[in-house]
Structure formats: C-alpha cells, structure tokens
C-alpha cells in the first residue's frame, strides 16, 4: 500500500514539474556566406504542431566591403511552408557587426524561415537561429 500511495504521489509531483516547464522544439544553427546580391534562406527543421513563441536571431559580421541587405522574419500556417508571410523585417547596414532578433508569440505557426537578401558588393558571415518554444 506504501509503495503505491508513494508512486500515485511521484506521478502527480512529475505531472506538475512537467507543466510549468517549456518544451524547445526546433533549432536552427548555420553558419553562412552572403555575398553581393544573393539570397540566403534559412528553414526551421520540423513543424511545429503547437501555439508557442518563435525567437529569430541573426548575427552578421563584415568579411569585406560594405554590409547591406535586408532581413525577412518569416512564418508559414501549412507544414510544407508553400505560402510564406513577413512577420518584420530587418536591416544589415554599413558596420562591422549586426545583431538582430524578432519575438513572434502566442502564434499558430507550422514553419518559420530567415531569408536574407543582399544589395551591394560585400561579403558577409551570417549567423542564425529559429527558436521554438511551445506554450503550455
């Protein structure tokens, strides 16, 4: 009777510990080149099955010449991620190191992507990250 009261007890105290925890889905880490005029694409590796919050960071540094370009934030409702809209964008202006990060919460997405689009004669290390933490 002791060993079955002490069980229903740990499986009652896991169900509450797991509850107020928060379940990282999807993590995207490349490292890439931008150069010139080119179009960079970064896509999250699965769906996301569940409302949650998705964290996109990027972080750019000067190889050589000037850093320009544009950052989409993207998100898709359907799992193949056929039909893409911007959430925000952001820009790679002339410096040495950018670093950029857009919160989309409380959100229905199935995918999210990071394009980047390069405008001038440079060439640029890109860093970045999709995030992906459920709500519970």
């Given at each position: ?44 590796t ?90 519970r």
């Open positions: 009777m002791k060993n079955k009261l002490f069980l229903i007890i740990a499986l009652f105290l896991v169900a509450i510990v797991s509850g107020y925890s928060q379940h990282i889905g999807d993590k995207v880490f490349t490292l890439d080149t931008l150069d010139d005029s080119e179009t960079l694409t970064f896509l999250s699965t769906t996301f099955d569940y409302p949650g919050k998705i964290t996109y960071h990027v972080a750019a540094d000067s190889i050589d010449g000037t850093p320009t370009g544009t950052i989409y934030y993207e998100w898709s409702l359907d799992k193949d991620g056929v039909e893409w809209y911007t959430a925000a964008t952001d820009t790679i202006t002339n410096g040495a190191e950018t670093n950029q990060m857009y919160i989309l919460t409380n959100t229905p997405v199935r995918r999210a992507r990071i394009r980047i689009v390069g405008a001038a004669t440079q060439e640029v290390e890109i860093s970045p990250a999709i995030l992906y933490m459920r709500d």
